[in-house]
């Protein structure tokens, strides 16, 4: 299949995001489903769509570590980002200017912050989102930068085993990762 019929415009995106925000809500709110990174009891359906984004984020080119490892700032850095939660994770995506002028390119008519995208997806529901970005949100290549917002005493006791749950599954998809959680990367 072709990889443009595989990818949506970014309208479609923002549009699939907010659908997967609300419809995690809404089941979310309805059931406790207990650790949401926790795959063993749907291992099958877990790998099935790691392999199938697999092949879609294999059209993505790799990335060079001369263009992504000098970034150690979220508000610099363009491909997805990637913030860890206790039962979610935050994608935060910028969309490629559609615009090809040069004219006020990043001025008051051309915000980046405009082409910002960020949603909350489960860890099931990663391999589909990432898969399903437009072209344009890998300006570096096929790697993602995961962070978290703050260290908390309450969040050091799940953290660690949810980042290496999501590195091995990004790892399994073919995604490079640049983890910003150790105290050197921190920006």
């Not at 072709?2 to 609300?22: D, I, K, Q, T, W």
């Not at 490892?69 to 969309?95: C, D, F, K, T, V």
């Not at 703050?150 to 490079?176: C, Y």
Request: net charge positive.
């Amino acid at each position: 299949m072709l990889r443009a019929s595989l990818r949506f415009s970014g309208l479609r995106f923002a549009a699939l995001l907010a659908l997967a925000a609300f419809v995690s809500l809404a089941v979310g709110g309805c059931r406790n489903s207990g650790n949401a990174f926790d795959m063993s009891h749907r291992a099958a359906k877990w790998a099935a769509a790691k392999t199938s984004a697999r092949q879609d984020l294999a059209q993505i080119p790799l990335p060079l570590k001369s263009v992504y490892l000098p970034i150690n700032q979220e508000a610099q850095w363009q491909n997805p980002y990637l913030s860890i939660g206790q039962s979610m994770i935050q994608l935060r995506i910028y969309l490629p200017d559609e615009n090809a002028s040069p004219i006020d390119r990043g001025g008051l008519t051309r915000l980046r912050s405009a082409r910002k995208q960020v949603v909350n997806v489960r860890l099931a529901e990663l391999p589909q989102a990432l898969s399903s970005l437009p072209d344009g949100a890998w300006p570096y290549g096929r790697v993602v930068a995961i962070g978290r917002k703050k260290e908390t005493p309450q969040n050091r006791v799940w953290f660690p085993s949810h980042l290496e749950i999501t590195v091995r599954a990004l790892e399994d998809m073919g995604v490079v990762v640049d983890d910003w959680n150790h105290p050197a990367m921190m920006p």
